[in-house]
């Protein structure tokens, strides 16, 4: 057990400290009472004096991390009214959780003004006032407290009740960027960045948008435009493929002549969509029950379909047979069979189907 530490334990959202003791990597710092517990990598002796050093790079930028959120959480306070009620710092990103809805329009506002806060290079105090300066002080806190209370201030822009670690002024975050947000238990949850932070986010995000730019052969400003091109050249020829393909099961189910009974057909390839469209075709077409299966030693999909009847107890027996599964409505079943091609077809074929194995 050391008699101090330097070490910053998990908690109040913040990840702990790593570094080393001696020649131990410390992996991890946990409070368990009045304890504070290091992990290492390996024992250190009883009794020995031990020299310490912390992963400064990464305790920085949660220093970053953890200011800029004190700004953000008390400029949506102040503008808005609403709480911090939880939030989280990791390697990638610092998510926030506030108890009421924000617009972009409102995002972008705190954005900057965080922004501004880190422009004019405010002192960042951290204090314990007395217990009747704690009474009048109008801090943020999840919840009231009571004794030594730590207060971080941020001057003009929050005053919060704080345990953990933060830069000594606001120039040090170096900027503060929201990167998302989304509605989460009847308020938003915020995913920002901060420092060192946001600038590895930014590097990625040109990375993504310069592949996306060569790939469209656009600028990066016009890569918005040339995608939503794609997506309606890409919409159109789905349509024309679906028109197309309406035909071809058209004019298979002409092959087999009109009302033809009951009909099983193997067609190879098809997705449940397809198989459902050739189905509901065929079935128009023979005047009695269509079956279409797809598949291979795997088993088959299956779609069945009649436009006057139920399919149901057909499809109920052979999911019963060939350990199948599916449903659906009366004139419609879907599923899976796990029976092979031949036993397939002996069963539908004694059940009075006509076995086409492809059209």
Partial sequence: MLDRTAFYPEGGGQPADRGVLNFA????????????????????????????????????????????????????????????????????????????????????????LANEAVVRDLPVRAFYPSAEELETLPYRSKKKLTGRVRIVEVPGYDVCACCGTHVARTGRIGA??????????????????????????????????????????????????????????????????????????????????????????????????????FALILAGRCGGAAAVLSGGAAGYRYAIARHTGDVRPLAKELSGLFSGRGGGAKELVQGFVAGDGAALAAYFESRSFLIERKL
């Avoid at 009045?34 to 920085?60: C, E, M, Q, Y």
């Avoid at 790939?215 to 309606?232: D, N, Q, T, V, W």
């Fill in 25 to 112: 990597n410390v992996l991890d710092v946990q409070e368990r009472g009045n304890v504070i517990v290091h992990t290492t990598d390996k024992p250190l002796a009883a009794g020995s004096a031990v020299s310490g050093g912390i992963d400064w790079t990464r305790r920085f930028a949660l220093m970053q991390q953890h200011t800029g959120e004190h700004i953000v959480s008390g400029l949506i306070h102040r503008l808005f009214g609403y709480d911090n009620v939880g939030f989280h710092m990791s390697a990638d990103a610092l998510t926030v959780d506030l108890n009421g809805p924000l617009s972009p329009d409102d995002l972008s506002l705190a954005e900057n």
């Fill in 176 to 277: 503060v960027k929201l990167l998302s947000s989304q509605r989460y238990k009847g308020g938003t949850r915020l995913t920002m960045a901060c420092g060192f932070q946001a600038l590895r986010d930014y590097d990625s995000r040109l990375r993504q948008v310069s592949a996306v730019s060569a790939l469209f052969s656009a600028k990066p400003g016009e890569i918005e435009r040339a995608a939503e091109r794609l997506l309606e050249e890409n919409e159109d020829l789905k349509r024309r493929a679906d028109r197309l393909q309406k035909e071809i099961f058209e004019r298979k189910a002409a092959l087999l002549g009109e009302k033809c009974g009951n009909v099983l057909v193997f067609e190879p390839g098809l997705s449940p969509e397809e198989l459902r469209k």
